[in-house]
């Protein structure tokens, strides 16, 4: 009810001068647009903080995924 009356009001909105049909069929298609694309964005904006701090907290933990070794401890080539 309060989305039906929302679109009304975003409708006449856009239309500005051109009262009518054309406001009533613009705010419901606005309202159509908001109710599918909203709940779409958010869900993204969710999951890319999510993966932001699940990777922070990962190299945190665990750091580097390839150890850090000494110069002292690598492998040389054999003298002949």
């Given at each position: ?29 606005a ?21 932001k ?19 002292e ?8």
């Open positions: 009810m309060l989305g039906k009356i929302a679109g009304a009001l975003i409708g006449e909105r856009i239309a500005g001068r051109n009262r009518g049909a054309k406001g009533a069929i613009l705010g419901i298609v309202e159509t647009l908001v109710r599918k694309v909203v709940p779409t964005i958010a869900a993204v904006a969710i999951l890319g903080y999510a993966y701090k699940a990777k922070d907290f990962l190299e945190e933990e665990f750091g580097d995924s390839e150890p850090a070794y000494p110069s401890a690598t492998p040389s080539s054999p003298s002949v």
